[in-house]
């Protein structure tokens, strides 16, 4: 009896001396984010699949714009064996998406925000929940969607997950009255729990298009004024979790075909509150814009690639783009569109 005693208080002193050990550091990881791939998707979504794949990255995460919807994307001509019609290409569109775009990625989680063209008649965003619910409803999303609200069965086109001490956000500002007041309420619920939550060191936060007053202003949620008035909320709460609970905050979104960096570095924002960390990253396939003219120095147009997040053990992020270069592209993909769209797509896919 003396012995067990003295072996079960060997063992309850090492516990807690076990409990008292700082918690050993997090590894680095990856993931990878780019938007808009209409156009020549098909093309550049299997090379960054395969950027990914060779970066170790955890999953990829989709800002929007799957094909273009409102016309024939180039990629989508050049496999029709006779000139496709409309109707047929508003019909496949999506599921081309999938089999050339999103399959390339293999076992690597694929993370989608919903886009404006996903929002061009026929397309509703009814058609889009129906469509792509396998990729909003994995176990991960309804394990979080419900552990925030057990009553909540329903999909929805925003939604975050949790991974490593980072909170990860996707929102929808896909059509000009969003943020609606739903989703405004739903985001704040969750940026207020992340602010009492210790365990959450980052916010990572991914839509569409720009939050409003960028470098970018031009083409992002400054261009309907509902739109920017909630953006501006949104920007707010975030500016106040950054600055209250000292969280890291960054902010992605693609829309504007380029790569920019320090987008919300503007007259605007330093002169209201303060400068969150935020990138354009709509690079993915879709017709290159030009730059606008007081684009940050480190901008890039006329290129295709990839953001990649390096998670840092503290967990603040490294964010560096991946520019692709057409001996990226995968042998196969080459050979099913040949060597001269291939080309095609990086020399003439012109600036809008």
């Known amino acids: 009896m003396f012995r067990a005693s003295r072996l079960a208080a060997f063992f309850f002193c090492a516990a807690t ?25 098909d093309i550049v979504m299997p090379a960054i699949a395969a950027g990914a794949h060779h970066d170790q990255a955890a999953f990829y995460w989709h800002l929007g714009d799957f094909r273009a919807i409102y016309d024939f994307d180039q990629d989508y001509k050049q496999q029709a064996a006779a000139p496709p019609l409309i109707s047929d290409y508003e019909n496949n569109a999506w599921d081309d998406f999938i089999q050339n775009q999103l399959a390339p990625f293999a076992d690597t989680p694929v993370y989608l925000a919903i886009g ?14 129906i469509q792509f619910a396998d990729w909003l409803d994995t176990p991960d999303l309804k394990q979080q969607r419900l552990h925030d609200n057990p009553k909540d069965h329903r999909l929805h086109t925003y939604y975050h997950w949790q991974r490593g001490g ?7 500002n896909a059509s000009p009255e969003q943020f609606d007041n739903d989703q405004l309420a739903w985001l704040e619920r969750v940026l ?23 470098l970018a202003r031009g083409h992002s949620m400054s261009d309907v004024p509902q739109a920017e008035a909630s953006g501006r909320r949104a920007y707010t709460d975030l500016l106040k979790l950054q600055q209250a609970a000292t969280k890291n905050i960054y902010i992605l979104a693609s829309h504007s075909h380029f790569f920019m960096d320090g987008i919300f570095n503007t007259d ?8 969150l960390s935020g990138w354009i990253v709509g690079t993915a396939g879709a017709v290159r814009y030009v730059l606008p003219q007081n684009a940050s120095p480190a901008a890039k147009t006329n290129v295709y690639g990839y953001l990649l997040a390096t998670v840092k053990s503290d967990r603040t992020i490294d964010f560096q783009f991946h520019e692709l270069q057409e001996k990226d592209v995968p042998p196969e993909v080459v050979t099913r569109f040949s060597q001269d769209f291939v080309h095609q797509c990086f020399i003439a896919n012109p600036p809008h």
């Open 17 to 41: 001396l076990f409990a008292a050990l700082p918690a050993p550091a997090q590894q680095p990881w990856t993931f990878a984010v780019s938007g808009d791939s209409r156009n020549c998707g």
């Open 116 to 129: 404006n063209h996903e929002l061009i008649p026929p397309k509703t965003r009814a058609d889009y929940l």
């Open 192 to 214: 207020d729990a992340d602010a009492k939550d210790s365990s959450i060191a980052t916010v990572v936060v991914a839509m569409h298009e720009s939050l409003p007053d960028s």
């Open 166 to 172: 980072i909170d990860f956000i996707t929102l929808d």
């Open 268 to 275: 605007y924002w330093r002169s209201n509150d303060g400068v």
